[in-house]
Each structure stands twice: as structure tokens, then as C-alpha cells.
């Protein structure tokens, strides 16, 4: 086992991630030549390449370390699986680390895939936004000096959500990289990061892994039955976390099938209303029950830790109303994200079912991603035409637009299932 097990379809990033680590660690452990100086931290090596430089096509990767690293590549690729394997290896402590670095059983390794590595610092928002404030304890955090003598890494899973003025905030720490410093920046494509960022950082594109090796990673990993594993894993279209989730959470699997009704139930106007309002009442509802797991006892542990009596009861100290203000906001906060990301979930195997009814209609030699609804993906794809098909995934698409810049939900929902209607 090492810590690109969890890496799946991306061979060639792998591959890149493993040479660069390899060149860190020459870097950091390398003894300087008798008569010259030891290279300074941060020193470009001989093999460097400007940080937006492609490796070459074919042959060796692109071994050079650099400073900043931009992953992109669709939802369920593995965007955060790489930047944390290409963390835990740049701490690889096992002795054949200048070869093989990124053994996945070392305490560099081990606790740098935990989270609890001293060195290396993993953000994962579950806010719409990343702001300057949050940004700027990044880069303080960026410039000091490395505990365990190795890199401070930074794994920013979220780089598309930084306001403008966080990635302003961002980017004279990019620019000006603090020695031994390395950012792992992660985004779903180079459009969604500023391109003064993404013009400093070398950037890895991550495809969709195979379906057959989601399946073998949820039966491997998870212990998932293998008739399930392939079942989600189709379904999801190749999205690793989505695959993982539908095998094993049932009301995921009941919200899925909720959905893919949608195509048969816009005849009318009537139902592309009834539609639009179900999809938003389930995203609301899937907000509320996150809100119920983890509201309640984050109000309850502040409390706490601010003085206040336990169980609710009595009035908060003086001068702590600010602090319940701000978690309450982020709280709200949070709520429209898991709303979002619901809706765009939604939109997701929208998407999918559309693309099987394509299929059919031009006889593309594909398997369906939504076997388990042939004979509704087949009725559609007998009633319409495939122009018509490509104008409902361009509504779906449209829907998702509109989501990003704050429509609300279920006026942008009901533009889309009258789109669907009209075909």
C-alpha cells in the first residue's frame, strides 16, 4: 500500500507527483558537494521548468519540485486525493523515500493522509465562499518555518471559491513563496482560479477515473459488494465520492431515483412546477437535516467554551454575543452551501439521464449510466429528437449558471423544467 492507492485512473499524475516528490526530496535530504554551498531553501534545481510548463509528451514526466501546484479536473476525479497523496509523500520518512517516496506507512506518511501531520495543512470549506480573513491565517501559516525540517504543505481542496480579495490575499504568497513552502491549490478547471494564480502554479489535469476502477475501489477500500460497488459506480458516472455515497446511504439512492422521475413528470405545466418545487423541498430538507447534526452541538460546545452555563440554561457572559453572532451567520451559510451542492447533485444525474437518451438516439455503442431507468431514458429517446435532447442538457446547464450567480433556487429550477417541456 502507498499513498497513491486511492489515486485511481491517473497514472500519468502519478507518475508527474511521484518524480516531483522525488526531486523534494533530493532537495531536502541531499548532502552538499565538498567545496559548494548547500542550495538555499526555495533554490530552483537544474531540472526546474517555469510553473506553467506542460511535461513533455510522452518519455519521462516533468520531475522538477516547484513551489505551487494547481490540480484540476472534474467533480469525483480525485483533485483532493492527489494534492493530499503529493502531501503525505513530501513527508515520507521511510528510507528508500529518495526513490520510492510516499511508502503510505511512515508517520510522515500516515499522519500526513490523517490530517495530523504538524507540516501539513489541509482547508476544506463547507461555505460558498473562501474569504480574506480565512486567507491571510493561510499565509501566516505559510511562512513559518517547517517542524519537522521537511515542506509546509498547504491543501486549499476549494480554490474556486476564494472571494476577490482572497485570491489577491493568495497570490503574493504565491508569488513570494516562503522557503520550503509548497501550495497544493485544487479547482474543478484553470477558468475557475485568477490567471495571475494560475500562471505561477504547474498545473496537473486529473480525468474521469473509469467506472470499473471506481467499482474496485469502493470493493477494495470500503468493502462494498461488488454487484453494488458496479451498480453505484455507473450510476455516478465515475465520481468517486458520489459512488461511495449511493452504495451506501440509502436515502442518497431514494433522492437519485426522485430525480431521475423529473424527465416523465414535465408534460405539462403543471408538473414542471410540482417538479421544480419538489427538487428545491428536497435540498432544503437535506440542509436541514445537516443543520440538525452539527448546529445543535457546535451552538452548544461555544457555549460552553465561552462561559456559559450547560444544557442552554442561563444568560451567555457579557461581550459573547458577537462570537454566537458569527457562528449563527456561518451556520446560515453553511445551510445554502449543502442546499447548493444538493441542487447541483440533482442537476448532475439530470445531466446523466440526458446524455443516455443522446446515446440511444445516435446508437452510440456505450452502456448507460442509468441502466436501472432504460425503459424511461428508452421513452424519451423514442419521443424526441437528439436536437432536442442537447437543448434539455443545455437548459440543465443554464439552471446550474444561474445557481452560481445567487438566482434563487426555485425560480432558476422552474425555468429549467419549463426548458425540459419545450425540448
Not at 267 to 295: N, P
Amino acid at each position: 500500500m502507498t499513498v497513491w492507492d486511492d489515486l485511481i485512473g491517473q497514472e500519468r499524475i502519478s507518475a508527474q507527483l511521484t518524480s516531483a516528490a522525488r526531486s523534494a526530496t533530493a532537495l531536502v535530504d541531499r548532502p552538499p558537494a565538498e567545496g559548494t554551498r548547500p542550495p538555499a531553501e526555495g533554490d530552483r534545481t537544474a531540472n526546474d521548468r517555469a510553473p506553467d510548463d506542460h511535461p513533455p509528451a510522452g518519455g519521462e514526466p516533468a520531475s522538477a519540485m516547484t513551489h505551487a501546484w494547481l490540480f484540476t479536473g472534474p467533480p469525483g476525479s480525485g483533485r483532493a486525493t492527489a494534492a493530499k497523496a503529493f502531501a503525505a509523500a513530501l513527508q515520507c520518512l521511510a528510507p528508500d523515500r529518495a526513490t520510492a517516496p510516499g511508502c503510505g506507512f511512515c508517520d510522515g506518511c500516515h499522519t500526513a493522509l490523517l490530517g495530523t501531520h504538524a507540516d501539513v495543512e489541509v482547508v476544506a470549506t463547507d461555505l460558498l465562499t473562501i474569504g480574506v480573513k480565512e486567507t491571510r491565517e493561510l499565509v501566516r501559516r505559510a511562512n513559518l518555518s517547517p517542524a519537522g525540517g521537511r515542506w509546509q504543505v498547504i491543501v486549499l481542496e476549494d480554490a474556486d471559491r476564494l472571494t476577490e480579495g482572497a485570491a489577491n490575499v493568495l497570490l503574493k504568497a504565491v508569488e513570494e513563496p516562503a522557503p520550503r513552502t509548497v501550495w497544493l491549490l485544487c479547482a474543478p478547471s484553470l477558468e475557475d482560479v485568477l490567471p495571475t494564480i494560475r500562471s505561477r502554479c504547474r498545473s496537473l489535469t486529473l480525468r474521469t477515473p473509469p467506472v470499473a476502477a471506481v467499482a474496485d475501489l469502493l470493493v477494495r477500500r470500503d468493502g462494498i459488494d461488488p454487484a453494488a460497488a458496479a451498480d453505484a459506480a455507473r450510476a455516478s458516472g465515475g465520481h468517486i465520492d458520489r459512488a461511495r455515497l449511493l452504495a451506501t446511504d440509502a436515502r442518497a439512492r431514494e433522492h437519485r431515483a426522485a430525480v431521475l422521475k423529473v424527465p416523465l413528470r414535465v408534460a405539462d405545466i403543471g408538473g414542471c412546477l410540482r417538479s421544480a418545487q419538489e427538487l428545491v423541498d428536497t435540498a432544503a430538507e437535506a440542509a436541514k437535516q445537516r443543520a440538525e447534526e452539527t448546529d445543535a452541538q457546535e451552538t452548544e460546545d461555544l457555549r460552553t467554551a465561552l462561559g456559559a452555563a450547560p444544557g442552554g440554561a442561563g444568560r451567555m457572559p457579557r461581550g459573547t454575543a458577537g462570537a454566537m453572532k458569527d457562528l449563527a451567520d456561518r451556520q446560515k451559510r453553511r445551510a445554502t452551501r449543502t442546499q447548493r451542492d444538493s441542487l447541483d447533485l440533482a442537476l448532475t444525474d439530470l445531466t446523466g439521464f440526458y446524455r443516455d437518451v443522446l446515446a440511444l438516439q445516435l446508437r452510440a455503442p456505450t452502456p448507460l449510466a442509468n441502466e436501472d431507468v432504460r425503459d424511461a431514458v428508452s421513452r424519451i429517446a423514442a419521443d424526441s429528437a437528439p436536437e432536442a435532447t442537447l437543448r434539455r442538457i443545455e437548459a440543465i446547464f443554464a439552471c446550474r449558471d444561474a445557481l452560481e450567480r445567487n438566482v434563487a433556487p426555485l425560480l432558476a429550477m422552474e425555468a429549467m423544467t419549463l426548458a425540459l417541456r419545450a425540448g
